[in-house]
C-alpha cells in the first residue's frame, strides 16, 4: 500500500496538487485503519497472497474482460489456488476482468457502460483524469487503456480498492492509475483551482443527499474548459421532474433524488456548466446488472416489479441512467 501511495505522490507535479500532498496521507491512514473495518485484514490477507504472484507478462486495456496473462499459462493447481483467493474479495461487482484466463464474471457487465459513454468523450490521451465512485476500478483501467497522464480513482468502499489492487499488482506500476479509499467531498481544493481535464461520477449522484453541492464539488476539481461526465439514475419524462423516493428505489436504501433529463441540464446550467447535453438514455437490463457466479446475492431481476419489468418493486420507475456530458467555462 506504501508504495502505491508513494508512486502516487510522485505522480502530482502540479503545483495544484501541493494541497493534496499536505491533507491527503492522514486521511488515507485513518480510511485503513482495520479498527473501521472487520473485513479489511481479511481482504489484506488475500492480497498478500495475490502478491504471491508475478506481475502479469501482458495486459489488455482495450477489451470487455480487462485481461492479465503470462507467456507460460498456470498450472491446473496455480489456478485453482489463485481463483479460491480471488473469490475472498467477493461480491465482484463492477467489471468484467480476466486474470489469468480466470474469467470474473461481474454483477455489471461495466463493459456495457464504458461503451455507451466513450464515443462521447473528449480523448483522454494526455489528460489528467478523476473518477468519482470508482467502485473495482473497472472503468478506471478502461480509462487507462486510453493513455491518460494521470487517472484518479475515488471510492470510499475498501472492498473495491482491494480489487483494484489486485488488478494493479499483476499489471504493475507502468499504467499512472491510482485509487483513494474516500470521497469526493474529502478532496481539497487548491486556491489556483482544479487540475482536472475530465472527471467522471458514475452511478453517484443519486447517493448524494445534496446533489446540487455533488456537482459543484466535481466542478471544484476540473480545470477552466474542463469536461464533465455525469452518470445517473433519472426518471422518465412522462413521470414529472423528480422522484424522492418514500423509502428504498429498487431496494436501494441511500438514494434521494432522481431528476427528469430537463430537470437534470438545468442543475447543471444552474451550476455554471456549457454545453450540458444527455448523449446517452439507457433503461438497465436484467442483463446488464445480474447474480453470477461471482456475486451470488440478489441482483436486478429481484428489485422489479414480477408482473412488470418496467416497474421497480416499489412501484416507481424503473432504472433508467442518462449520460451527460458538459463542461466548465474557460
Ligand atoms: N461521496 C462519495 N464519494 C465517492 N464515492 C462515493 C461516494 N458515495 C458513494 N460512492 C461510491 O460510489 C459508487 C457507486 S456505484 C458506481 C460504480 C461505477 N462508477 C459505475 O458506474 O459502475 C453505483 C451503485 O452501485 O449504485 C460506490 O462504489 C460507492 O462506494
Redo the contacts with the bound molecule.
Sequence with gaps: MKQHYDTFWSHLGDSRFEIWKEVLPPLIEEALNPEGNGNLPRWLDALQKIKGYPQADDYDLNVDAVSVTNKTPLSGEEKAELERTLRAFHPW??GPFSIHDIFIDTE?H?DW?WQRVRPHLAPLEDRRVL?????SG??LWRMLGEKPKLAVG????LL?MNQFLVLKHFIGEQEPGFFLP????QLPVSQKGGAFDTV?????L???RSPID?ILELKNQMRPGGELVL?TLVVPESFGQLLVPEDRYAQ?RNVWFLPSVPELEIWLRRCGFKNVRCVDLDQTSTKEQRTTDWMEWNSLESFLDPQDPNKTIEGYPAPLRAVMVCNKPQ
Excluded: Q
Excluded at 182 to 185: C, G, I
Excluded at 200 to 204: A, I
Design positions: 461487482r463492477k455489471w461495466s457502460k473518477d468519482i465512485g470508482c467502485g473497472y472503468h475515488v471510492d470510499p468502499s473495491f474516500l470521497t469526493l467531498e467522471f461520477s458514475m452511478g453517484v443519486y447517493h448524494r455533488h452518470e436501494m
